[in-house]
C-alpha cells in the first residue's frame, strides 16, 4: 500500500504524525506541500479522499486567514485556489492512503488509513 504524508516540516503536528508513522514502520512518501504545492486536480483528489469541503481543511488561526479570509464567504473553487496560492492554511499532515485520506491531528487519525 502506498502512504503519502503531506508535511510541514515547520509543524510540531505534522513532524508528530511522521513520527507516528516512522514508529509503527509504515513505508510512507513525504510530500512537503510547501514546496511542492498542489495541483488544482490533486487537491480536489485529496478532499473527495478525505470527504471534506475545501474550507474544511482550512487553518483558520493562521495570520493570513484572520487577516484576509476571516467573515467573507467563498465558494468550493475559490477555496481551492486560496490553498494552492496559501498552502501554509491548509490543516497538517493530511495522510493519504490508495482509498482514503484523514487530518493526521490527532495522530490517532492515522490509523484510519492503515
Not at 512537503?32 to 504545492?37: A, R, V
Request: with cysteine; proline share 5%; glycine share 4%.
Amino acid at each position: 500500500m502506498s502512504i503519502k504524508i503531506y508535511h510541514n516540516p515547520r509543524c510540531k503536528k505534522s513532524r508528530a504524525g511522521k513520527q507516528f508513522l516512522e514508529d509503527n514502520n509504515i513505508d510512507f512518501e513525504v510530500v512537503e506541500y510547501i514546496k511542492e504545492p498542489f495541483t488544482e486536480e490533486a487537491l480536489k483528489k485529496l478532499l473527495l479522499k478525505l470527504n471534506l469541503q475545501p474550507h474544511e481543511i482550512i487553518r483558520t488561526q493562521e495570520e493570513v486567514v484572520k487577516r484576509n479570509f476571516k467573515n467573507k464567504s467563498f465558494t468550493g473553487e475559490e477555496w481551492i485556489k486560496i490553498m494552492i496560492e496559501n498552502p501554509r492554511i491548509i490543516q497538517r499532515p493530511i495522510v493519504e492512503g490508495h482509498y482514503k485520506a484523514v487530518i493526521g491531528d490527532p495522530v490517532d487519525n492515522i490509523n484510519k488509513v492503515l
